[in-house]
């Protein structure tokens, strides 16, 4: 006989969403119950890049200060040819860009974000976290909503956030549009000791190498004490048909290929990624609605998106956030607020996942794409923010709800 309890709204899926959704709803008075599949709650051993758009929402969850604990705050992103090494353009993160954007750009380890939210989740008795909790199903009945676990455990709630990543149980349940999209790019990433990279006792930066179908971004962590690294390639091998989980294509021998022909640091720095695994990419285009009666989702179930504008954690936080305001607004129903909740933050997230395609395009391209990106691009200053405004200055739907707009 399956076991059925009663719980709070439920999050499904422990990851950087649904513990900041924990968060922002529990520090708002509303209780909330988090199921996990894994065993712990944990993040894979590599970095993040955190905008200011997702640190002013950590300010305002109160795990600001933990979470950059041992983060570093580069000076500069700098944009290279990977063929040739020329730098193509800079952006200053300094006074400047933190003035006008209220917050720096912060490189950090994607464990030292996730122990600050759960440790905000354990400190908070509106919080109960389960691990080892496999959601398989959904239910919505007339007053209520069951989600059914792989062990057999039901439980009854108000409201379910699916928080529960790219392959999202929630989102086959509210849009079941399949699996999600590959198009052949694959990541290779890691961390090392500072002391291998070339880079050791420069300023930090943010360094993306750009060339023909590949792309290496690098930037320090946890204090400076460990050299980040992620290495892209569209894979020649990859196409319709090929199951995008199969070793058959993007493998150690073609990233090795592609990066054989670069500037010396890249392929000095390539020899240095992990090989033990690799990540195939994967995004979905917008959809119009992430909503089905109790049942709403969030980040990457809701808008998985290619990292190409290092923004799908930043956009998770940025739902949590306001999936929080939304939910706790006084005497507004649930079916209002979650209504309000997607025209806040659909569109936005829609744009950020259809322009982190077209970036990938753009940074992987040959011949006159690249002779025109890199035309362009050198006319802009270090101080010149109109590329990235777009993304970080936002806060009608980044940060508060402006009274005006409020109901
Ligand atoms: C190579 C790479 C680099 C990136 N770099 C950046 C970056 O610099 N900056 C940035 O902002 N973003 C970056 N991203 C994107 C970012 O990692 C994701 O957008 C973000 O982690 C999404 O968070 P999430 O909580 O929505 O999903 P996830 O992190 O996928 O979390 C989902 C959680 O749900 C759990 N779960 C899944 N299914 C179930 C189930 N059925 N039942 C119970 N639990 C379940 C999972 O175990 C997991 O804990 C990068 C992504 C990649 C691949």
Known sequence: MARESSAPTIIVGGGIGGLATAVSLASRGRRVHV????????????????????????????VLDTALRDAVRPERGVLRDAQNGDVLVEIDFGEQ??????????????SDLLSALLAACESNELVTLENSRHVIGIQDRDD??????????????????????????????????????????????????????HSAGE?????????????????????????????VIVSDAYHEGVDPESQTWGTPEELDERFSQLDKRVRSSAALLNRDRRWALFDRPPTATWTRGRVTLLGDAAHPMLQYLAQGACQALEDAHILGQCLTEPGVA??????????????????????????????????????????????????DFRLVDWLYADRQTSGLIPESSRR
């Open 144 to 197: 209520d909503v069951v989600v059914v676990c792989e062990d057999g455990t039901r439980y009854v709630t108000d409201l379910v956030i699916g928080a529960d990543g790219l392959r999202s149980v929630c989102r086959e349940y509210v849009v079941g549009d399949g699996p999600p999209v590959c198009r052949g790019d694959v990541a290779y990433r890691g961390t090392v000791p500072i002391a291998l990279a």
């Open 334 to 383: 649930t079916a209002d607020a979650l209504a309000r909740y997607e025209q806040i933050r659909l569109p936005r997230a829609s744009q950020v996942q259809l322009w982190a395609r077209r970036v990938g395009d753009i940074v992987h391209g040959d011949g006159v794409i690249a002779i025109l990106r890199n035309a362009l691009l050198s006319q802009l200053a270090p101080n």
């Open 97 to 110: 860009f933190q003035e006008t954007y209220d917050a720096p750009y912060v490189v950090t380890h994607r």
């Open 35 to 62: 199921l996990e599949r894994a065993p712990a709650f944990e993040e894979i051993g590599a970095g993040i890049q955190l905008a200011p758009n997702a640190l002013r929402i950590l300010d305002e969850l109160g």
């Open 203 to 231: 300023p930090p930066s943010v360094t993306w190498w750009v060339g023909p179908n590949m792309h290496l971004i690098q930037y320090p962590v946890r204090g400076g004490g460990l050299f980040n690294q992620v290495g």
